[in-house]
């Protein structure tokens, strides 16, 4: 390799083609072929030259060209497609160039991605092999990104006339593409086999210097000494003219014949490429058929099991009471019509992509096993997503999954966790991701999690009563969670709570209205979640703890010291509501829309102000008031914590979501990543630097914005 500078052709190189090796991305090749055009000029054609991998269809490779071709045309320089198949690519640039005799060439030296300014250096390994093994006699410009990289000068004393005869050529196929300054034609059809056009050429080289030799005989001979010897000199021109002759034609015979065989070859390839597709068509043809027989027969052993079930129910059942809810077993064995509208309005997603999502279903990605399947964290469309995975071999999964959809289809409301998507062929649920867990795990601190502040434990407290209060008051029917549990109270970023599996109890839809025992449990549940958040111990026998504390006037005792310093009246006002709604006798435990949500609201109040007077800074943000600030279905005066941006704390127009998690403003987060790599709430480096629309934030905005008339 030479060292001198790599740019522009020298003006006084020799008109003649130049050839141009392009690979199938189009984006990086064309800037190769626009360099070349622009340096070399219109004088001189060009060759587009490219090595077809066995594994790519022969369209593709003619569509690929043809690209290459148009620009030519659009250049007004006459151009030419020359292909070849081989599995490698550098090699079979190389066979190419001693096949051919090729002089000059253009080609790439790494991937448009690797170039950086000032590179000379050769960073792919095709460009290297090329290099190191073409024929010294070709002169060879590599560039990447449109510009020159690296030259390799042609060797002085060098020619192509002791390989044309050895080597072995591979197979190449010439297509002109006929364009000529000012003409758009595209490329011709016809196509011509030149495998040894180096042979054919020179072959005629020798035979012209042969001619020229011949010519070169003085034009004066010295008479003959006698009429024999010219008679004999006569004879041996004529044999040597007939031998000439016949060398002639044997040549052009053996060229008719090489390129018939050639023609030949190309049509066995051609039938062999049809003979793998059609086989190909077949395979899949046959993978689908049994697929779908397959699918076919488990249908058939499905609708078996049902007739069985129908049978048994029958026989079983023998009044209208009990026909009544074997039509109800049924139809919750099956998708309803409710159901399927339900599906058709929420986004569907493939199975692929759960797959994808979830690294196949590694296992460090599950985040917990529950009774109806696991739950896996995932990346989904740019978007962070925990995805519900309900086991289909249970003989409650499929009616567990319809009404799970029918529920969370239903509902939004600040303090729930969303549903966006389904998965129907996979029985998966994806609701949004909430990353700071659920609050079982973050009352026991595990991975060594910061433990909870009083006044976040204080705000949880309304968020869950906001989200039961919705549920309750749900048209036309109250809707019950009925598995309330710090388990299923999960934190977003800014740790307001969102309760989960609201529509995953066995409790049917219909019979779920409030005043039932269904709601009064949810109470009952609600009292045990505060209690744990004023104590942080174990749900056992907590209420008798608490009581016989409040009874000794020493509740500080009990309390979790981790949270900081409770305001002490106000936690005796919390924790006799908890007691209220841990009661035994139903008839006995307050209301939470007139009851629990005022004193909540009062004791809120009573502990900011407590809290701003004993430790606010003017420099510390204190938290917004969360989604249930105010009773669920009044205006609300101000809007949740997560409606703020972290980074300029105001509400937020454009709210986006970064690999950390976390939701900022538009123009906010921008600003940071332009410089900074990592999360400006956690300090970490961030994964990357994607950021996705919040639509579900963005959309709870608005809707508070339109609600409050600002």
């Not at 000012?182 to 016809?190: R, V």
């Not at 006799?576 to 006798?585: F, H, K, N, V, Y």
């Not at 609300?636 to 950390?660: G, R």
Request: with cysteine; proline share 4%.
């Amino acid at each position: 390799m030479t060292s001198r500078d790599v740019g522009s052709p020298s003006s006084g190189a020799v008109l003649g083609n130049v050839y141009v090796a392009v690979g199938s991305d189009a984006a990086e090749s064309e800037t190769t072929l626009l360099w070349a055009l622009q340096n070399f000029g219109g004088e001189f054609k060009y060759c587009v030259l490219h090595v077809r991998q066995p594994e790519f269809a022969m369209q593709t490779v003619n569509e690929i060209l043809d690209v290459y071709v148009q620009m030519c045309n659009q250049a007004k320089v006459s151009s030419m497609k020359i292909y070849a198949e081989m599995q490698d690519v550098g090699q079979g640039i190389v066979e190419l160039i001693e096949q051919h005799c090729i002089g000059k060439l253009v080609m790439g030296a790494a991937a448009n991605c690797h170039y950086i300014e000032g590179m000379a250096q050769l960073k792919s390994t095709k460009a290297m092999f090329v290099n190191e093994h073409a024929h010294p006699s070709c002169e060879i410009w590599f560039i990447c990104r449109g510009n020159p990289v690296y030259l390799r000068e042609s060797r002085s004393g060098t020619s192509y006339s002791d390989i044309v005869t050895s080597s072995q050529p591979v197979s190449s196929h010439v297509q002109s593409g006929q364009s000529t300054p000012g003409s758009d034609n595209s490329a011709s059809d016809s196509s011509e086999v030149v495998d040894n056009l180096g042979l054919v050429q020179f072959d005629g080289i020798e035979r012209s210097d042969h001619s020229s030799e011949t010519n070169q005989v003085p034009a004066v001979h010295q008479p003959p000494s006698s009429a024999a010897e010219r008679s004999n000199s006569g004879k041996l021109c004529e044999q040597l003219d007939r031998a000439m002759s016949e060398v002639t034609k044997a040549k052009t015979e053996a060229l008719e014949e090489l390129i018939c065989r050639h023609k030949a070859e190309k049509a066995a390839i051609e039938a062999k490429r049809k003979v793998a597709a059609l086989e190909n068509l077949h395979a899949e043809e046959l993978s689908r058929r049994i697929n779908l027989e397959e699918m076919l027969e488990k249908e058939r052993e499905r609708r078996e099991m049902i007739e069985n079930e129908k049978n048994d129910l029958q026989m079983l059942f023998e009044n209208a009471l009990k026909a009544n809810e074997e039509l109800s077993a049924n139809q919750a064995s099956e998708p309803s019509s409710s159901n399927r509208q339900d599906q058709e309005i929420i986004t569907k997603f493939s199975f692929s992509e759960i797959q994808e999502a979830t690294e196949n279903f590694d296992p460090s990605s599950k985040i917990e096993e529950g009774d109806y399947g696991s739950t896996y964290e995932g990346f989904l469309r740019h978007t962070r997503v925990a995805i519900k995975m309900v086991c289909s071999d249970s003989s409650q999964g499929p009616s567990q999954y319809h009404q799970e959809v029918h529920i969370a289809s239903m509902l939004r409301h600040p303090n729930l966790v969303s549903l966006i998507g389904v998965c129907p062929e996979a029985w998966a649920l994806i609701y949004e991701y909430l990353p700071n867990g659920n609050l079982e795990d973050r009352l026991s601190c595990r991975d060594n999690a910061a433990p909870l502040s009083w006044q976040t434990r204080i705000q949880i407290c309304r968020d869950t009563c906001a989200a039961l209060i919705f549920l309750h008051s749900f048209e036309p029917h109250g809707i019950s969670h009925g598995d309330l549990t710090p388990r299923n109270i999960l934190l977003d970023a800014n740790f307001a709570a969102k309760l989960s599996d609201f529509g995953s109890h066995d409790t049917p839809f219909s019979s779920c209205t409030t005043g039932d025992f269904s709601a009064e449990l949810d109470i009952y549940s609600f009292g045990v979640v505060l209690l744990r958040l004023l104590t942080g111990q174990a749900a056992l026998n907590l209420d008798e703890i608490v009581q016989n504390s409040l009874d000794e006037d020493e509740l500080d005792a009990v309390l979790d010291q981790t949270a900081g310093q409770w305001p002490l009246e106000q936690v005796k006002d919390l924790a006799r509501l908890a007691l209220s709604c841990c009661e035994i006798d139903v008839s006995n435990r307050p209301d939470l829309r007139s009851e629990v949500w005022p004193l909540l609201e009062q004791i809120q109040t009573l502990c900011a102000q407590a809290s701003s007077t004993d430790h606010s800074s003017p420099e510390e943000p204190t938290r917004q008031s969360s989604s249930s600030d105010h009773s669920p279905g009044e205006e609300h005066a101000q809007p949740p914590s997560y409606f703020f941006c972290p980074i300029k704390h105001e509400l937020m127009d454009d709210p986006l979501v970064a690999a950390d998690g976390y939701t900022y403003e538009a123009e906010a987060i921008r600003e940071w990543l332009n410089g900074h790599s990592t999360s400006p709430m956690t300090n970490l480096r961030l994964e990357n630097l994607n950021l996705v629309s919040n639509r579900i934030v963005r959309s709870a905005i608005q809707e508070w914005v339109q609600s409050n008339g600002s």
